[in-house]
């Protein structure tokens, strides 16, 4: 791992526990898929950007850490830029929570509702604010709002850099 890199990943850890505790409650965590990058060494010696998605598969009798899976994935044909973002993808219809910074106590909305993460997965299949309202069964004019909301949340500029941004989060 990029020496740079390793007190994020160790305080990445720490803020998951503690995100967990004090937003989600521990018995959701089997259903939250988290994502953060970080740099480590090639073959060759040069450091590549590396997406890290983490699944809770198991709890332990005690509720405990039981098992994980785990995937690292190079990125860096998408991006050589480390965000030190942090999210956690809810699965099952939980909410998503994304681009979360170690040093913001949570003070920005970054939570996606279920319907937005609809949305995004439908953008990433090409589909058009009035195919996606069809589909969705509501108005273009609220998908549109959907997809401003998306956007502010997301930090994005335009609906390319949020679908980038969604792959390498995991999301889509």
Known sequence: MHPDDIDFVVKAEAFL???FLENVGREKLLNYK??????????SGEYVL????????????????????NIH??????????TY??????????????????????????????REIDIIKLI?????????????FISPLTVKKHRNNILT????????????NCIIQGII
């Not at 997406?51 to 850490?65: E, K, S, Y």
């Not at 942090?86 to 509702?113: A, T, V, Y």
């Not at 949340?153 to 980038?164: G, W």
């Open 73 to 82: 994935t190079r990125i860096d044909h998408l991006s050589n830029f480390n």
């Open 124 to 136: 990433g299949n090409g589909f058009n604010n009035t195919e996606i309202a069809e589909k969705l």
């Open 34 to 43: 988290i994502s953060y990058s970080h740099r480590c060494k090639i073959k």
């Open 50 to 69: 590396y997406n890290h998605q983490a699944l809770m598969l198991t709890m332990d009798d005690n509720g405990g850490f039981g098992k994980s899976l």
């Open 85 to 114: 973002k942090i999210s956690l993808i809810g699965l099952n219809g939980e909410p998503s929570f994304m681009n979360l910074s170690l040093d913001e106590e949570n003070k920005e909305n970054r939570e996606f509702s279920k």
């Open 17 to 19: 526990t503690r995100f």
């Open 153 to 164: 949340k997301s930090n994005s500029k335009n609906t390319a850099e949020l679908i980038k």
